[in-house]
């Protein structure tokens, strides 16, 4: 196994190629666009982004949140997108990388950016009580969109990846 998983599947390159930057063209778009609406009281209104909201809790010197939402909301995703995209166009993938690939995947898993991102929202919710409503966004939704279109570029990538491995072990026996 000297070519990369794309070229030995054509029939699917294009559809997973489109996925993965539908993925990341989503994923920003929920980054940095309007996820909600804070109204305290009557008359006092905040209009949040994720990156908006992530970079007010620095601010306000809440660094553990900071750091919970700036890694499993922002970072992990773009890095999750990243090796997605490396590893179906790696010119390398021997049986080795598609193990090292399938077990960083099942590790990964068990941290969805979607579970971390809904108890962030919950605790913020929960903090402003009666106080204030919330009103949510597009932002929210194409966050939510991206984090599910990545779980199916894992999904179909990981179960391309497996075959591989069983057409390689059975060609070894």
């Not at 609406?37 to 553990?64: N, P």
């Not at 966050?143 to 069983?166: D, F, P, Q, R, W």
């Amino acid at each position: 196994m000297t070519s990369n998983l794309a070229s030995r599947h054509p029939n699917k390159n294009a559809l997973i190629n489109f996925l993965l930057v539908l993925s990341t063209i989503l994923l920003l778009v929920g980054i940095f666009a309007p996820m909600m609406t804070l109204s305290k009281f009557v008359w006092i209104e905040s209009r949040f982004s994720l990156f908006a909201g992530t970079m007010q809790l620095f601010t306000d010197g809440q660094y553990i949140l900071f750091i919970i939402l700036l890694l499993f909301s922002i970072l992990l995703p773009v890095a999750k997108l990243i090796v997605l995209f490396r590893f179906w166009h790696s010119e390398s993938s021997s049986s080795m990388q598609l193990k090292h690939f399938m077990n960083w995947l099942s590790h990964y898993g068990k941290w969805s950016m979607l579970d971390v991102f809904v108890v962030a929202l919950l605790v913020v919710i929960v903090k402003l009580g009666v106080l204030a409503t919330v009103e949510v966004h597009y932002g929210i939704y194409m966050y939510a969109a991206a984090g599910l279109l990545i779980m199916l570029c894992t999904t179909v990538i990981n179960s391309i990846a497996k075959k591989e491995l069983e057409l390689d072990s059975q060609a070894n026996r």
